[in-house]
């Protein structure tokens, strides 16, 4: 996929229903998931209420909203993102109209008769649990999410619920056809145009261009000598193992895969580009060190063709039509219920 091209239409879909394990971050099912702001926090001093809406008479729990807007919190601290005080009452709205939303399909749920076995919901958990490196991991999240295994099996069995009924009352109605596929990609090139690549592997010497003169030279007499090992056709990948102060890179042989320009510093990017198939750069100097690139592979620039995209570009249209008429079975939804939300 060219790097433009993203399943964005999916936000929805995964938002509402996708989440098995404690998703109440979306923003999107009541049609503000487009301009969402970059981070959330409850305000200082605000005191959540014992119930923060109603949906026809059943009641969301500020203990509820307090627990999704502190696993929100957490994916943005994991995105390095902070927590803008500003804009804590429109994230709280939000939060809660995505909670509104999920209880109206819910209820919908049961009024048609979608039904989850418990032998259903068990395999879901094991589908879940799966996913991660071991039992101990998986308790070790609940626990960090303050959930009981109870709490995760309610949420796990609302997402089957939910699931089942997009795909019984949007999905299935939905159908893609050939000449739709043809017309996006005619119409959108830019998302099927992948710019040039290069894949490169290095060695990094760490210091600040602040560090002390004696520690720079010192640090530069090492890269020096790893350079000239280097040149002479020792391994490099032995080389960056041993020696190599990048902690993501180093272990794997210094092998940084592929990337684009605009995604390493300046210097490092010139540099990368500027090397032939197995070539190895001179010492580079960034902002982190010294460095020394080794260029193993190249991609040229191009336009993806439309077979190799077919597919994907299909399921993209699909989820972005989903997604659109599940706005409006939300909307439809709510204009017959009976929804207070309580202000705070």
Known sequence: M?????????????????ALLFSHDGFAENGKGKEKPAAAASEKGVKIPDAVATVNGV???????????????????????????????????????????????????NKIGIKVSDDDLNKEIEAVKSKFPSADHFNQMIKSQNMTMEDVKADIRKAIHINRLVKSEIEGKISIDDKTVNEYYKNNPSQFFEEEAVKASHILVK????????????????????????????DFVKLAK??????????NGGDLGFFGKGMMVPPFEKAAFGLKKDEISDVVE?????????????????????????????????????NKKLTEYIANLRKTADVKIVEF
């Open 242 to 251: 041993e020696n190599s102060d990048d902690p993501g890179s180093g272990q």
């Open 2 to 18: 060219g790097k433009n091209f993203s399943f964005k239409g999916a936000l929805i879909v995964s938002a509402i229903t996708g």
């Open 286 to 322: 960034t902002e982190f060190g010294y460095h020394i690139i080794k260029l193993t592979d190249r991609k040229p620039s191009k336009t993806i063709p439309l077979n190799e995209v077919q597919d994907k570009l299909k399921s993209f249209l699909k989820s972005m039509e989903v």
């Open 59 to 109: 009641k969301i729990s500020g203990t509820e909203f307090s627990k999704s807007l502190e696993s929100y919190k957490r994916r943005l601290s994991m995105m390095g993102q902070q927590f803008p005080e500003d804009h804590a009452k429109d994230i709280n709205k939000s939060i809660i109209e995505d909670m509104v939303s999920r209880e109206l399909l819910i209820q919908n749920c």
């Open 207 to 234: 210091v600040y261009k602040k560090a002390a003169k004696d520690a720079r030279e010192a640090a530069k007499k090492k890269i020096d000598g790893l350079l000239k090992k280097a040149k002479k056709g020792e």
